[in-house]
């Protein structure tokens, strides 16, 4: 477990550090009942050195649960978890809303349907420890780490019920794919960059899951979308739009600007059409962004490019193709606006960072001019300085 810590999380779990305990020995009994099995003197001794590590429940960082949890259906949440879903419904939440129909749903509605459906309530709890982490740099390793474990225990449960989605739990699975999109998008142990696979590794389809979700949300929710669209989640459906309401504009200099570094002899490729009908899409997504105004919020951003794109594009853009990576370049600028929020945070520089590592000797001087141009209009890069 701590080269799994270490590999893949990228946390050292030293003996010091306050992660790893001994704990008594439990049987497959379900639940947490351990005086069943050990002296409960023994769990009290126990408990009371574990107070000592700073990381425990008792940490003055740890968010204080409200007394009314007693009598509520989260009565048998320990008191940790309490404190994160309480940090949710206070803090959490609000960052995460666009406007006052969705607060109603991420505050009141969806922690009222966690009730229901184990692996959403992880999903929150993960989404409160991730927002903690970030917050509360003291004890980011703590949060990060409580953060892995809910999405870990939630990411079975949810798998199942995406395949076995009906009127019963569709609120859930969709409202768990909201957590998932913010758990992929702010997880500091996730390093690598938004949209991007590492080296076309087969490990990151995991990873990148998300984006699978986020895209074929509305196919797998679809027998049941029209329920949803009056049901207590009907403004989560509301920000997925099929129609962004754009009409394509062909002379738009965006577009003239990204056909151009297309050669002519390569006009009649499959590759190109791929590219162009991508480009289209992109140059809608920054006129849909455009009217949204400052308003404009991460879903919207998501919804305006990512959502829209063809498979075949993503498939270029899993094998680094220099035209792929341009695009995503540019949409960047549209996330640029958003990066201050605390998912987001050094998010977008690194993946410009990181295309300018996969295209610099690996793309046409075309491709190479105008991602240069890119980074100096749009991101402050001073390229003499970087040579």
Request: aromatic share 12%.
């Amino acid at each position: 477990m701590k080269q799994h810590w270490m590999s893949v999380h990228h946390i050292p779990a030293s003996e010091n550090a306050g992660f790893w305990d001994p704990v008594p020995l439990q049987t497959f009994f379900r639940g947490n009942a351990l005086r069943y099995f050990t002296n409960p003197a023994l769990l009290i001794s126990s408990s009371s050195s574990d107070n000592s590590d700073g990381l425990t429940n008792t940490t003055a960082t740890t968010p204080a649960s409200s007394e009314h949890l007693e009598s509520s259906p989260y009565q048998t949440l320990i008191t940790t978890d309490a404190g994160l879903l309480d940090h949710y419904r206070n803090y959490t939440y609000k960052t995460l809303s666009c406007g006052p129909e969705t607060d109603d749903v991420f505050r009141v509605i969806v922690p009222q349907l966690a009730t229901q459906f184990p692996f959403l309530l992880h999903g929150i709890l993960s989404c409160s420890s991730l927002h903690l982490a970030s917050i509360d740099p003291a004890n980011r390793a703590y949060y990060t780490i409580q953060s892995i474990k809910h999405e870990d225990q939630a990411a079975p449960a949810f798998r199942w019920a995406t395949m076995h989605v009906d009127s019963n739990n569709s609120q859930a699975v969709l409202a768990f794919a909201f957590f998932l999109v913010i758990y992929a998008l702010g997880s500091e142990s996730n390093d690598q960059p938004l949209f991007l696979s590492n080296d076309n590794n087969e490990e990151d389809a995991p990873a990148l899951e998300w984006i699978e979700i986020l895209r074929n949300g509305c196919s797998m929710l679809c027998p049941v979308w029209t329920e949803l669209t009056i049901s207590p989640l009907a403004p989560f459906t509301a920000l997925w739009r099929d129609d962004l309401g754009v009409t394509p504009n062909p002379n738009d200099p965006l577009l003239i600007r990204l056909l151009s570094v297309i050669p002519d002899y390569e006009s009649e490729s499959t590759e190109y059409y791929i590219y162009r009908d991508s480009a289209i899409k992109l140059t809608q997504a920054f006129a849909f962004m455009e009217r949204s105004g400052p308003s404009a919020t991460i879903w919207d951003a998501l919804n305006s490019w990512p959502m829209h794109v063809s498979p075949e594009y993503l498939a270029l853009l899993k094998n680094n193709n220099p035209g792929a990576l341009l695009l995503l370049a540019y949409y960047a600028i549209l996330l640029q606006p958003l990066e201050g929020e605390w998912f987001l945070k050094g998010r977008v520089m690194r993946l410009i960072d990181e295309i300018s590592r996969r295209l610099n000797g690996n793309c046409s001087p075309q491709i190479w001019e105008v991602f240069s141009m890119l980074q100096r209009e749009y991101f402050d890069y001073n390229l003499s300085a970087l040579i």
